[in-house]
């Protein structure tokens, strides 16, 4: 077991996706670039004449994820029968991100991502394959009414 404190290397952040049947799959081997990761919240400013600092309130927060990687006809076959099948039942995609510290990722080093279900998950808000370059990339956000969360152990198996 490594130390899971101190830097580390994109070459071991790891990512799972739910497929179209709800199994949760590693899909690391098929991506190249994973984009910003965690929760950004709105803001509203609330500062009076009176504050000696400016003051802001807390909205709902916003968790997309950017994904790509070199076009493979496996990643490919899951994006599309996901967007052509569960998610236009309404349904959501588990996700997880895995951030190894030093080394593959293990349980107690950081992990982002939402359990997916019927009412709660990740959707794919846009999934675009380059014939230029032979690559993809897509854009997951979630939906419903459970934000996704960092913790140190897997959201779904």
Same mark, same amino acid.
């Given at each position: 077991?490594?130390?899971?404190?101190?830097?580390?290397?994109?070459?071991?952040?790891? @990512?799972?996706?739910?497929? @179209?049947?709800?199994?949760?799959?590693?899909? $690391?081997?098929?991506?190249?670039?994973?984009?910003?990761?965690?929760?950004?919240?709105?803001? $509203?400013?609330?500062?009076?004449?009176?504050?000696?600092?400016?003051?802001?309130?807390?909205?709902?927060?916003? *968790?997309?994820?950017?994904?790509?990687?070199?076009?493979? =006809?496996?990643?490919? *076959?899951? /994006?599309?029968?996901?967007?052509?099948?569960?998610?236009? *039942?309404?349904? %959501?995609?588990?996700?997880?991100?895995?951030?190894?510290?030093?080394? *593959?990722?293990?349980? %107690?080093?950081?992990?982002?991502?939402?359990?997916?279900?019927?009412?709660?998950?990740?959707? @794919?808000?846009?999934?675009?394959?380059?014939?230029? %370059? /032979? $690559?993809?990339?897509?854009?997951?956000?979630?939906?419903?009414? =459970?934000?996704? $969360?960092?913790?140190?152990?897997?959201?779904?198996?």
């Amino acid at each position: 077991m490594a130390s899971l404190t101190g830097r580390t290397n994109a070459k071991h952040i790891g @990512v799972s996706l739910d497929n @179209v049947s709800g199994a949760f799959t590693d899909i $690391t081997a098929y991506v190249s670039n994973v984009g910003t990761i965690g929760l950004t919240h709105e803001t $509203t400013d609330v500062t009076a004449f009176s504050d000696g600092v400016k003051n802001v309130t807390i909205g709902q927060p916003s *968790a997309p994820i950017s994904l790509s990687g070199p076009f493979d =006809t496996t990643l490919h *076959a899951q /994006m599309i029968a996901y967007v052509n099948g569960k998610q236009t *039942a309404g349904e %959501g995609l588990g996700l997880d991100i895995y951030i190894g510290v030093r080394a *593959a990722w293990e349980d %107690g080093a950081p992990c982002f991502g939402l359990i997916g279900a019927a009412t709660t998950g990740y959707q @794919v808000t846009s999934y675009t394959v380059s014939s230029s %370059g /032979m $690559t993809w990339s897509a854009t997951l956000e979630p939906f419903g009414a =459970t934000a996704p $969360t960092w913790t140190t152990s897997v959201h779904s198996t």
